[in-house]
């Protein structure tokens, strides 16, 4: 697996300004994840991913 793929990211509203816009709104909903192969003869494969909402 090539290392770029091995992703783990933390965002908050101080690294991402934009996340203040849904601050104190629920949660629940429809969430989406979009998932782009960029190389050549499909060799891209997403195994897992969560997503962890948390306030603090």
């Known amino acids: 697996m090539h290392p770029?793929?091995?992703?783990?990211?933390?965002?908050?509203v101080?690294?991402?300004?934009?996340?203040k816009s849904v601050l104190n709104k629920p949660a629940?909903?429809?969430?989406?994840?979009q998932v782009v192969d960029d190389v050549a003869m499909?060799?891209?494969r997403l195994n897992s991913w969560e997503?962890?909402?948390g306030v603090g």
């Open 28 to 33: 629940s909903g429809v969430w989406q994840l």
């Open 14 to 19: 101080e690294t991402t300004p934009g996340l």
């Open 4 to 12: 770029r793929c091995l992703l783990k990211q933390t965002y908050s």
């Open 42 to 44: 499909d060799t891209g």
């Open 51 to 53: 997503l962890i909402l």
